[in-house]
C-alpha cells in the first residue's frame, strides 16, 4: 500500500509526460518515498503509451493502464481511481496546466484534518476569452441548480483520502462528473488558490464537443431543474394559448373584425412545436442516461495493464 497515489488521465501527451514524471517525482519524493504515479492512457493515437511504458520499465514506482479506446478524462480518472492503493490519492491532467508543484500545498492542507484539498483557479492563463467566459457561466449556473454544493472555478486537480476513493468507486453512473461526485460524498472539503498555467506543449484534446457533453453530464447528474423549465414552459404556453383565445374572441364578437387566420394560426403551431421539442429533448437525455445505466455495461475496457 502507497501512501500517495498520483492518478494521470492521458490522452496524445506525448510532449508532455516527459517533464511532468521528472516535475512529479520530485515533489513526491519530498512528501514520501512510498508513492504510485499510474498513467492511464486514454486511447492515445501518438507515443504517448510508448513512453509510459518506458519510464515503467525504468522506475517501478510507475503503473500504467492502457484502455482499450477514447473512453473520455472522466472515465480515464476513474479507471485511474479505480486501481490505487495509497492511502492519499491525488488527480492531475497531464498538460501541465496545473503545476506539480501545487500537490505539496494540497498534501499540507489535507493534514490539517480535512478529507478533500481542491485546488481552485484564481488565473487560467493560455485559455481563450471563449473558454474562460463560458467556464465561469457555466460553474456559476451549476451551482444555482444544483442541490449541491459544487464549488465553481475548480476542475479535477486536487487531492483525497482513501475513503473518499472508496465512495467514488460505489458510484458507478456512465455519465461521469467526478468532481459533482466528490461534492455529493460530503466530508470535510476546502481549497487552496493556485494560477493554472498555458500547457507546456500540444494541443488541448478537449474541444469545444466535448466541452458541451461534460456540461451536459454535470447538470444532469445533479440536477432536475432542465424538467422543472419544461413543466413551468408547459405552463407559460398554456397561459399564452389561453391569452390568444381570449383575444381572438374578443375581436370577433366584441370588435366585430376578423380573426387573422394563416399567420396567426403557423405562429401558434410553430411555438408550441418548438416548445414540444425542446421538452421532449431534455427528458430525452435523462431517459437516455437511465437507458445507458439500465444497460450496465463496463465503464471501460483495459487493453494492459501493469497494476
Known amino acids: 500500500m502507497a501512501d500517495i497515489s498520483v492518478v494521470i488521465p492521458v490522452f496524445n501527451e506525448e510532449n508532455n509526460i516527459q517533464e511532468l514524471y521528472l516535475r512529479l517525482i520530485k515533489v513526491l519524493n519530498s512528501l514520501s518515498d512510498n508513492y504510485e504515479i499510474i498513467f492511464v492512457d486514454d486511447g492515445s493515437i501518438d507515443n504517448s503509451f510508448k513512453i509510459i511504458k518506458n519510464l515503467s520499465l525504468s522506475d517501478d514506482k510507475v503503473k500504467y493502464i492502457q484502455l482499450s ?3 473520455g ?9 479505480d ?16 503545476p506539480p508543484e501545487v500537490i505539496i500545498e494540497l498534501y499540507e492542507k489535507l493534514l490539517d484534518d480535512y478529507d478533500v484539498v481542491y485546488a481552485k483557479r484564481k488565473e487560467r492563463k493560455g485559455d481563450s476569452f471563449f473558454k474562460k467566459i463560458t467556464a ?10 444544483t442541490s449541491i454544493d459544487i464549488p465553481i472555478d475548480t476542475g479535477d486537480f486536487r ?12 458510484m458507478p453512473e ?6 459533482g461526485q466528490i461534492s455529493w460524498a460530503g466530508f470535510r472539503q476546502t481549497h487552496i488558490n493556485y494560477v493554472r498555467v498555458e500547457r507546456f506543449a500540444g494541443e488541448t484534446g478537449y474541444n469545444y464537443s466535448k466541452m458541451i457533453r461534460f456540461a451536459k453530464d454535470g447538470i444532469t447528474a445533479f440536477s432536475d431543474f432542465p424538467l422543472k423549465m419544461v413543466t413551468l414552459m408547459g405552463f407559460l404556453v398554456a397561459i ?44 430525452g437525455e435523462y431517459i437516455g442516461r437511465i437507458a445507458s445505466n439500465v444497460k450496465n455495461r463496463p465503464l471501460y475496457v483495459v487493453n494492459q495493464k501493469n497494476i
Open 69 to 71: 479506446r477514447n473512453f
Open 83 to 98: 486501481n490505487t492503493s495509497g492511502d492519499k490519492v491525488v488527480i492531475i491532467d497531464a498538460d501541465l496546466q496545473d
Open 136 to 145: 465561469k457561466i457555466f460553474y456559476r449556473i451549476l451551482s444555482k441548480i
Open 159 to 170: 487531492i483525497m483520502n482513501k475513503k473518499v476513493v472508496e465512495v467514488l468507486k460505489n
Open 174 to 179: 456512465q455519465n461521469k462528473f467526478i468532481r
Open 73 to 81: 478524462h472522466q472515465i480515464a480518472v476513474t479507471a485511474g481511481l
Open 240 to 283: 399564452i394559448a389561453f391569452g390568444v383565445m381570449i383575444y381572438a374572441l374578443y375581436s370577433k364578437y366584441i370588435l366585430g373584425g376578423a380573426v387573422p387566420g394563416w399567420a396567426s394560426l403557423m405562429i401558434s403551431m410553430l411555438f408550441l412545436g418548438g416548445v414540444q421539442l425542446i421538452g421532449i429533448g431534455i427528458i
